[in-house]
């Protein structure tokens, strides 16, 4: 392993370089429009495998946007980690609020890279951080430094809930055996603090129709008189909560984890400032449920956010109308004990419960997932513990993220393997937002620390 820095150093520039070929590819998921760059990227994810060493790789179709899947056995008698990613990206939108094109790389210098930094949608979340593991896959390769088997499962599917990941899983569940399953799709608390995600927030996600007239109405003949489902929409909303950010949907809470008074002191160890965190988001204030901080707010307990919501007219100018209907996108993050179909059956009940006799509602549940929470007790965790040690020179601390990876809690359950959660992201990387980038320092230091995971999973899984 001593040889890595030298390699990352010899190979830096065509690393970055490939990195940013593979951000050109518009890879949206949600956007049927683009169901042949979905193919070209996973085709380049393919190649990029058999490049980096693998044995063999292939583009596996599924119902919906196929799965690359790529090995190296090199004795079945040791240890195989299963690397999931996915190529697939969030749409860009909105536009306008970009820099830089989104899906034309730059790299650009920030304050808290001023090393640089890569523009484009993907580039974090996750084909940077999905890339890493191709990259320290070509150097232990290149370098007979491959302490045991590796596979590799890249979906196509995460940012529209992974809807077809477990027919893939079921289906070639045999193939997909493992002793633990290394993924990087979530962050750390900074450059200078390492940390392990030790658990993520489940998610239901649904879309709501309110429907008043048979069309759209003049606003003066008719306002005052017909119900408008925007004002009707947006008053619904505002009872989903109370004057606490307390979510006041019946049952919501029954199943909440509610951690103990001495795990909620240890959380508030990590290192945080209040008005950082207000300055780099550029707010005068934070926002959330009573009696408690931000960070558990963040990561802990449960949310419900409305994501989009449209209706009527918004085009240049004016135009006075009473809209025939009015849409919202709501989703909801959820912790240990919650059961994402139980609470969007809870949604739909009191949302249309909520709803005048003078509009109609209609609520269309889309996707969801389970939480997870991986305890920090198993070979995995310690291997990737003593793994940032190597690289960083201090222990990472174990962290609960407030993002959602739906497959997760499928992968135990299908695969009876425990999930390591090895992000080099930070929270100021946009990701999901216009102007996402990824750091190089960070990109290039996850290369360097995935392969001391291998070598010390390996050497505590003979033990």
């Given at each position: 392993?001593?040889?890595?820095?030298?390699?990352?150093?010899?190979?830096?520039?065509?690393?970055?370089?490939?990195?940013?070929?593979?951000?050109?590819?518009?890879?949206?998921?949600?956007?049927?429009?683009?169901?042949?760059?979905?193919?070209?990227?996973?085709?380049?994810?393919?190649?990029?495998?058999?490049?980096?060493?693998?044995?063999?790789?292939?583009?596996?179709?599924?119902?919906?946007?196929p799965?690359?899947?790529?090995?190296?056995?090199?004795?079945?008698?040791?240890?195989?980690?299963?690397?999931?990613?996915h190529?697939?990206?969030?749409?860009?939108?909105?536009?306008d609020?970009?820099?830089s094109?989104?899906?034309e790389?730059?790299?650009?210098?920030?304050?808290?890279?001023?090393?640089?930094?890569?523009?484009?949608?993907?580039?974090?979340?996750?084909?940077?951080?999905m890339?890493?593991?191709?990259?320290?896959?070509?150097?232990?390769?290149?370098?007979?430094?491959?302490?045991?088997?590796?596979?590799?499962?890249?979906?196509?599917?995460?940012?529209?809930?992974?809807?077809?990941?477990?027919?893939?899983?079921?289906e070639?569940?045999?193939?997909?055996?493992?002793?633990?399953?290394l993924?990087?799709?979530?962050?750390?608390?900074?450059?200078?603090?390492?940390?392990?995600?030790?658990?993520?927030?489940?998610?239901?996600?649904?879309?709501?129709?309110?429907?008043?007239?048979?069309?759209?109405?003049?606003?003066?003949?008719?306002?005052?008189?017909v119900a408008?489902?925007?004002?009707v929409?947006?008053?619904?909303?505002?009872?989903?909560?109370?004057d606490?950010?307390?979510?006041?949907i019946?049952?919501?809470?029954?199943?909440?984890?509610?951690?103990?008074?001495?795990?909620?002191?240890?959380?508030?160890?990590?290192?945080?400032?209040i008005?950082?965190?207000?300055?780099k988001?550029?707010?005068?204030?934070?926002?959330?449920?009573?009696g408690?901080?931000?960070?558990?707010?963040?990561?802990?307990?449960?949310?419900?956010?409305?994501?989009?919501?449209?209706?009527?007219?918004?085009?240049?100018?004016?135009?006075?109308?009473?809209?025939?209907?009015?849409?919202?996108?709501?989703?909801?993050?959820?912790?240990?004990?919650?059961?994402?179909?139980?609470?969007?059956e809870?949604?739909?009940?009191?949302?249309?419960?909520?709803?005048?006799?003078?509009?109609?509602?209609?609520?269309k549940?889309?996707?969801?997932?389970?939480?997870?929470?991986?305890?920090?007790?198993?070979?995995?965790?310690q291997?990737a513990?003593?793994?940032?040690?190597?690289?960083?020179?201090?222990?990472?601390?174990?962290?609960?993220?407030?993002?959602?990876?739906?497959?997760?809690?499928?992968?135990?359950?299908?695969?009876?393997?425990?999930?390591i959660?090895m992000?080099?992201?930070?929270?100021?990387?946009?990701?999901?937002?216009?102007?996402?980038?990824?750091?190089?320092?960070?990109?290039?230091?996850?290369?360097?620390t995935?392969?001391?995971?291998?070598?010390?999973?390996?050497?505590?899984?003979?033990?």
């Amino acid at each position: 392993m001593d040889s890595i820095k030298s390699y990352l150093e010899e190979h830096k520039d065509r690393f970055v370089d490939e990195l940013k070929e593979l951000l050109k590819i518009p890879s949206i998921s949600a956007d049927a429009n683009y169901k042949d760059d979905m193919l070209k990227a996973a085709e380049a994810v393919k190649q990029s495998l058999l490049d980096a060493g693998c044995d063999t790789a292939e583009v596996a179709p599924t119902p919906g946007h196929p799965v690359v899947y790529a090995e190296k056995i090199i004795n079945k008698d040791l240890p195989t980690v299963l690397v999931y990613g996915h190529y697939d990206v969030q749409p860009p939108d909105p536009l306008d609020l970009w820099n830089s094109p989104p899906f034309e790389p730059v790299v650009q210098k920030t304050d808290i890279h001023p090393e640089g930094a890569i523009f484009a949608r993907g580039a974090c979340d996750d084909k940077g951080q999905m890339y890493m593991h191709v990259k320290a896959m070509e150097y232990m390769t290149k370098n007979d430094e491959l302490p045991c088997n590796v596979k590799f499962m890249i979906e196509g599917e995460e940012e529209v809930g992974s809807e077809h990941l477990d027919w893939f899983i079921k289906e070639n569940k045999e193939k997909l055996q493992n002793d633990v399953i290394l993924i990087s799709d979530t962050g750390m608390i900074s450059k200078d603090t390492p940390s392990i995600t030790t658990g993520l927030r489940g998610l239901s996600y649904v879309e709501v129709e309110v429907t008043g007239a048979n069309r759209d109405l003049h606003s003066g003949l008719y306002g005052g008189a017909v119900a408008n489902p925007l004002n009707v929409l947006s008053e619904m909303i505002s009872k989903l909560t109370d004057d606490n950010n307390h979510i006041s949907i019946p049952g919501f809470y029954d199943n909440v984890e509610n951690l103990s008074d001495e795990e909620r002191s240890k959380m508030a160890e990590a290192p945080f400032s209040i008005e950082e965190y207000k300055e780099k988001l550029d707010i005068r204030d934070v926002h959330g449920e009573e009696g408690y901080s931000t960070l558990e707010r963040g990561s802990i307990r449960p949310t419900l956010d409305v994501n989009g919501m449209w209706g009527g007219y918004i085009g240049e100018g004016a135009k006075t109308v009473l809209p025939s209907k009015a849409y919202a996108k709501i989703s909801m993050r959820l912790v240990p004990n919650q059961d994402h179909k139980e609470i969007t059956e809870l949604f739909t009940k009191h949302f249309e419960s909520l709803a005048p006799d003078s509009v109609r509602v209609k609520v269309k549940p889309h996707h969801g997932g389970y939480p997870y929470v991986t305890p920090i007790d198993t070979i995995g965790y310690q291997a990737a513990s003593a793994a940032y040690e190597e690289t960083f020179g201090k222990t990472p601390i174990p962290q609960r993220s407030g993002g959602s990876i739906p497959i997760v809690s499928l992968f135990e359950k299908e695969l009876d393997s425990k999930i390591i959660l090895m992000g080099f992201g930070l929270d100021t990387d946009a990701i999901h937002s216009p102007n996402e980038h990824f750091g190089i320092w960070n990109y290039l230091k996850g290369i360097e620390t995935i392969p001391w995971f291998y070598k010390h999973f390996t050497e505590t899984s003979k033990k």
